[in-house]
């Protein structure tokens, strides 16, 4: 089990730039593959984007592809979501997640540990 604590939302305008991070604790991070997700008002958690234990792969949601970049630094515990272009429809809660496996999944039940989620917010 690893202990997760997002950190870096806010609000910003239409078009600006947001960092978020997910900070971890516990068993060993370079372990899991790590996720981001989303949830906006009245709408399902959708993924974001995800980035395998190694670093060296990743895989992003077409409505971010271009814009967001996952990334983690494994010896600082840490996962790093940079978010561009930033439009009023990524205002949502945004959640890190931790998955156990090699295998890279992009449905929310296959990922075990969550942080408690941060808060975006884009005005137009």
């Known amino acids: 089990q690893v202990q997760l604590a997002e950190s870096g939302g806010g609000l910003v305008q239409a078009g600006g730039s947001l960092r978020l991070s997910c900070a971890a604790s516990?068993?060993?991070?370079?372990?899991?593959?790590m996720g981001w997700f989303r949830q906006a008002p009245g709408k399902e958690r959708e993924f974001v984007a995800s980035?395998?234990?190694?670093?060296?792969?990743?895989y992003y949601t077409d409505s971010v592809k271009g814009r967001f970049t996952i990334s983690r630094d494994n010896a600082e515990n840490t996962v790093y979501l940079q978010m561009n272009s930033l439009t009023p429809e990524d205002t949502a809660i945004y959640y890190c997640?931790?998955?156990?496996?090699?295998?890279?999944?992009?449905?929310?039940?296959?990922?075990?540990?969550w942080g408690q989620g941060t808060q975006v917010t884009v005005s137009s």
């Open positions: 997640a931790a998955r156990g496996s090699s295998v890279m999944v992009r449905n929310p039940e296959g990922y075990a540990d």
């Open positions: 516990g068993r060993a991070f370079s372990s899991y593959a």
């Open positions: 980035v395998t234990r190694s670093g060296l792969s990743t």
